[in-house]
Nanobody
């Protein structure tokens, strides 16, 4: 069983900053790529940022320069720093992780429950 628990969402004014955290836990052999997706009302879920266990990061093109992701491989946490936030960043943000629960087992995808980020004045 794998649990991903996000924290740090909330209401912020345009131009402001917000930090999200995600704590991954459970009976895990190893975590691999982790990251963040978001889903705005009436839209499909989209990737925000991912980071490999080795620290290779990828971002949605529209978010480069404003959002930064990082992770702690010892604590199994992943973070998202969001700067210069815009109303169109309003969405539910989901933590994502790929993991094996046992050596040699399949790599499966796991999701957090989501945290609301609202950018509004």
């Amino acid at each position: 069983q794998v649990q991903l628990v996000e924290s740090g969402g909330g209401l912020v004014q345009p131009g402001g900053s917000l930090s999200l955290s995600c704590a991954a836990s459970g009976s895990i052999f190893s975590f691999y790529t982790m990251g963040w997706y978001r889903q705005a009302p009436g839209k499909q879920r989209e990737v925000v940022a991912t980071i490999t266990r080795g620290g290779v990061k990828k971002y949605a093109d529209s978010l480069k320069g404003r959002f930064t992701t990082s992770r702690d491989n010892v604590k199994n946490w992943v973070y998202l720093q969001m700067n210069s936030l815009k109303p169109e960043d309003t969405a539910v943000y989901y933590c994502y992780a790929e993991a094996r629960t046992k050596a040699g087992g399949p790599v499966s995808q796991y999701w957090g429950q989501g945290t609301q980020v609202t950018v509004s004045s």
